[in-house]
């Protein structure tokens, strides 16, 4: 290998040290003009009448938009389309957009945004699930499923009642993951312009710069042809900017109505009320297991709190219970699952998208299981292992897995065995694993075309340019992109241009989410590049004296023994030979074997694998949580570049341990004679805790990779993901640290001090030493579609009668 | 006083309301004109009196590298060194800097050659998103200039107030501590 494996700078880190990245808010445009958004300050209630006469003679004041001028709905997902740009009549929580304005700065515009008068008929709110599941009214959506209910999923893979009969202990177990947020640095932020054949543009920081285009398309009623979305890179997204966002459309239809550019740059208190963040979600798992430490089968409920909107909100409720699976075998699993309204800003994908909540769950349960065996939890786990290349009870296909062997690391590592459970008072150590999707399997929207798209153009110089959908959001996937081309073509990546993330300009790549654009980018660039390679090498066997295959591609040069071109002479052979030289590639995921409804999530081409060990340090007396080290091993398959890689485990490591230890997404009333309303308890980076450099603890990062013949043939050279699925481990491992340290169970998250001495009290007082929630709530679930496992006889469809007619819902 | 307890009205344009008042209100001009060095070039600017230098500097002298993350003194993102120390440009009004010297991360490289600060942050993986990047670096600089070999903990302190979400602070603590080794090496 020439660039795979070798630690390098990438290719656009020089313009992120120099300031000169463009993000989204750094453009500025002749005539440009600013936008705000009125939001609503109700969190549920029906606009009466809204006057904007006022704010429209405001002096430098051009446009003031609202709910009439966007008569089309849009959604990430066909089956929820439910938002409005500019809430027409119903604002469902407090931070819904009603009007904007748009003025000669942003301070006009903040200035007329006070001249708006609304009149509201404020409705009940709807505050949490509970509220949701007793009051079908005043219903959020019309269209949901139940009442205030969303959605509501059910699935049978194997009969678990009877297993459970049949198993020697069976645990029952209450969590509750707390809500989060994504919190980039960098807020959203658009610009759009018509340009001078009446076509427009529009710059934003986006992670899905396709699905924008359509939703555009779709909500300013013009052809897609004449819409071009340009992805900024992103200054930090972890799915907070993967949903489309009602500034986008704002911004869109007021340069067309203005014919001059428009921007919008939220504050921070409106990144927090966007959100789209972590579903809040409660858990009860039951889990049957031998006295020897098999796993025997598993039920999994979740209740989802969805907030407002739509959002990605049916896909997340599928990932609650879809990769349970693909860790650990499970000979029979059923899984059932409610998405609620509540007036709450829309949940929706955040690093790990549905899966880190029930990972909490299961870890923790797992740790349960295995202090009443008298077992070692790594060896628990060790001994429930998936095989590779496996099918799981709810049909999904495992490729390879590296998991045992991120475990014997991390055991290794820490001292585990000389250290667990002997570390002396407040002292202690846990451990957890996980697994997350290298890309979802099927596309947001049905459609059978290629889901990454990679076109090459080789210019005579010798100068490679590789034009991608796919979108740059702090990850490296202009460097992925790069170093993948370079490989095949033997040139150094920095020798190659990238232009990503233009609707415009570029194939289409679905977007920078569910880990996937490593794995489906990387596959479509080998092919582009492989085509190209492979015109250069005819041309250049003439020359060499040799079959095509000999030539070896390397260092800028193209040879054979010691007869050798350089790159750019090879590439002028060719182009005499073929005419202008450019290729292209593209990737769709296999077909994956379920074929019942609600198949469609939980497939992905691989899946990786990740063990960590987190040591913690409890003071007795104050319930504060001290982590001094944190040892991870992540199955990566084969690193593209060690620094980029490891800069992923890393960074989802302190994602995962801050979301452990503190980050929350919490509401309160205002005081009654300010409205009552449910605003944002604390929507400011200084009181939504994140964990700053003096919290991060040291990190011991190993990068683990298949050997040559056992890599997984469904990845580029082999990689695997590493951006979120490093973080599912940490949040479990934590808690299980802590029960290690004080002996006390704390079943929810975040693990703050003031949970940590409940604990210690109920622990001195002789009581269950746990905090987390007692009593799961009686939700309407459905008979399940029932599908036999595999190894029951199955083949991959329902079971006749059990399915329920539905629209088909595809993954996020 | 203290701002109204209602949503969106944050803070941050509350006070600037006030700020542009008092500015109106006292019948200074609503354009400001003040001299200041900027990256060591002296600077004549004319701008809106209520303007933080942060505004000043991204809105009136297109030096956009100066990155904002919620323009309230929180995440460190617009970190500044004004005469050399670090400072939130969104919580100094660009009145004040009348006569001073301010650096941006536009200053940092000396013609094409990298800063050994950004180089090692581009080399070790200290910029993901690039965002933050900024502010750190400044901070950084500050502190390599007082200290030639700082320890951990004291690169640790001295970018607490610099919130990065896409590192772990790993990488950036290693590429300080390698830019300080090669600064010893050849000094600038």
């Known amino acids: ?812 | 006083m203290l701002p109204p307890e209602k949503p969106f009205s944050p803070p941050c344009l509350f006070w600037r309301r006030v700020a542009k008042t008092i500015c109106l209100g006292s019948k200074l001009m609503r354009q400001a004109q003040l001299q200041m060095t900027v990256n060591g070039e002296p600077a004549e600017i004319s701008f809106s009196a209520y303007k933080t230098l942060l505004e000043v500097l991204r809105e009136d002298l297109s030096l956009t590298g100066t990155k904002h993350g919620c323009e309230l003194g929180e995440c460190g993102a617009c970190a500044v060194l004004i005469d050399g120390v670090p400072q939130l440009s969104c919580l100094v009004l660009a009145l004040e800097c009348q006569g001073r010297s301010v650096e941006t991360v536009e200053g940092m490289a000396a013609g094409p050659e990298l800063h050994p600060l950004q180089a090692a942050f581009a080399d070790l993986g200290a910029a993901q998103c690039g965002y933050c990047t900024p502010g750190i670096l400044l901070t950084a600089k500050a502190l390599l200039e007082k200290e030639k070999s700082p320890s951990r903990e004291r690169i640790r302190e001295a970018i607490s107030g610099n919130l990065c979400r896409c590192t772990g602070y790993q990488q950036i603590y290693e590429a300080i501590e390698e830019a300080a080794r090669r600064m010893n090496e050849r000094p600038r």
């Open chain 1, 1 to 812: 290998m020439n660039v795979l494996g070798k630690p390098r700078r990438r290719v656009d880190g020089r313009s992120k040290v120099t300031g000169q990245t463009r993000f989204a808010d750094d453009i500025v445009l002749p005539r440009m003009v600013h936008a705000r958004l009125l939001r609503s300050s109700h969190a549920h209630a029906r606009i009466k009448e809204i006057d904007v006469e006022k704010a429209r003679k405001h002096p430098g004041v051009h446009l003031v938009l609202t709910g009439k001028d966007f008569p089309v709905t849009f959604g990430i997902l066909p089956v929820t389309q439910d938002e409005y740009a500019l809430a027409p009549e119903h604002v469902r929580y407090v931070g819904d957009p009603i009007a904007a304005v748009i003025a000669k700065d942003e301070q006009t515009a903040t200035e007329a945004l006070d001249l708006i008068e609304v009149k509201y008929e404020v409705l009940k709110t709807i505050a949490t699930p509970e509220e949701a599941l007793q009051n079908p009214e005043p219903r959020i959506h019309a269209y949901s499923e139940l009442g205030n209910i969303h959605r509501l999923q059910a699935f049978q893979f194997g009969d678990v009642e009877e297993t459970f009969k049949k198993s020697d202990l069976i645990f029952e177990d209450l969590f509750f993951y707390e809500g989060n947020t994504h919190l980039p640095i960098e807020q959203h932020a658009a610009v759009a312009q018509v340009d001078g054949e009446g076509k427009l543009t529009l710059w934003s920081s986006t992670q899905v710069p396709h699905y924008v285009h359509r939703s555009l398309a779709r909500v300013l009623q013009k052809p897609a042809s004449h819409i071009r979305v340009i992805a900024c890179p992103n200054g930090g997204g972890f799915g907070g900017k993967c949903d489309v966002c009602n500034h986008e459309m704002v911004v869109a239809k007021a340069a067309v109505m203005l014919g001059r550019p428009v921007k919008i740059c939220l504050n921070r208190e409106e990144v927090f009320y966007l959100h789209r963040g972590r579903h809040p979600v409660l858990m009860k798992f039951r889990t049957g297991v031998t006295k020897d430490g098999k796993l025997t089968g598993m039920h999994l409920q979740t209740l989802v709190d969805g907030g407002g909107y739509g959002s990605y909100g049916v896909a997340s409720t599928f990932y609650t219970g879809a990769l349970q699976t693909v860790t650990y075998e499970l000979p029979r699993y059923k899984f059932d699952a409610a998405r609620v309204f509540t007036n709450k800003p829309p949940c929706g994908p955040k690093r790990g998208h549905g899966t880190p909540q029930p990972r909490f769950g299961q870890e923790v349960q797992l740790d349960k299981i295995a202090e009443r065996l008298k077992m070692d939890p790594a060896e628990l786990r060790l001994k429930n292992l998936v095989k590779a290349n496996s099918l799981t009870a709810n049909w999904l296909k495992v490729g390879s897995i590296g998991l045992e062997e991120c475990i014997k690391q991390v055991v290794e590592r820490s001292q585990w065995k000389k250290r667990f459970r002997k570390m002396g008072p407040g002292k202690g150590l846990g451990l957890a694993c996980g697994s997350y999707l290298c890309g979802a399997g099927l596309p947001i929207y049905w459609n059978r075309m290629p889901q990454s798209g990679v076109q090459l153009l080789l210019d005579r110089s010798g100068q490679v340019t590789v034009f991608c959908g796919a979108t740059e959001i702090g990850q490296g996937s202009d460097d992925v992109l790069a170093a993948i081309v370079a490989e095949v073509l033997g040139i150094d990546p920095f020798e190659i241009r990238c232009i990503t993330g233009d609707t415009g300009m570029t194939p289409v790549d679905l977007g920078s989410y569910s880990s996937r654009v490593t794995v489906m980018m990387g596959n479509a660039a080998i092919q582009a590049a492989e085509k190209l390679k492979a015109m250069i090498a005819e041309a250049a066997s003439e020359q060499l004296q040799v079959a095509p295959d000999k030539i070896v591609f390397s260092n800028g040069k193209v040879s054979f023994d010691n007869r050798v071109l350089t790159f750019a002479e090879a590439v002028v052979m060719a182009e005499e030979k073929f005419g202008t030289l450019g290729s292209v590639g593209s990737y769709r995921p296999p077909r994956a074997p379920g074929r019942f409804k609600g198949a469609g999530v939980g497939p992905s081409p691989a899946y990786s694998y990740t063990a960590c060990v987190v040591e913690v340090d409890v003071d007795k007396t104050t319930g504060w949580i001290t982590v001094p080290k944190i040892w991870i091993a992540h199955d990566i398959g084969r690193t593209i570049n060690p620094v980029l890689a490891r800069g992923q485990v890393e960074g989802s490591v302190y994602m995962g341990l801050s979301e452990a230890l503190m980050e929350e997404q919490v509401f309160r009333r205002l005081p009654p004679k300010l409205s009552s309303a449910l605003v944002h308890k604390i929507p400011s980076l200084l009181e939504y805790k994140s964990l700053t450099s003096l919290d991060m603890p040291e990190v011991d990062t190993v990068l683990v990779e298949q050997e040559e013949g056992m890599r997984d043939p469904n990845c580029p050279f082999g990689a695997k993901e590493a951006g979120q699925g490093p973080l599912l481990p940490v949040m479990p491992a934590v808690a299980n640290a802590i029960f290690d340290a004080v002996g006390v169970r704390i079943d929810e998250l975040p693990i703050t001090p003031d949970k940590v001495l409940k604990a210690l009290e109920l622990k001195a007082s002789g009581k269950d030493a746990r905090v987390g929630p007692t009593v799961f709530p009686s939700v309407p679930y459905p008979d399940p579609v029932v599908v036999l496992p595999p190894w029951e006889g199955g083949d991959g469809n329902a079971v006749e009668g059990s399915e329920r007619p539905k629209v088909k819902v595809r993954s996020a």
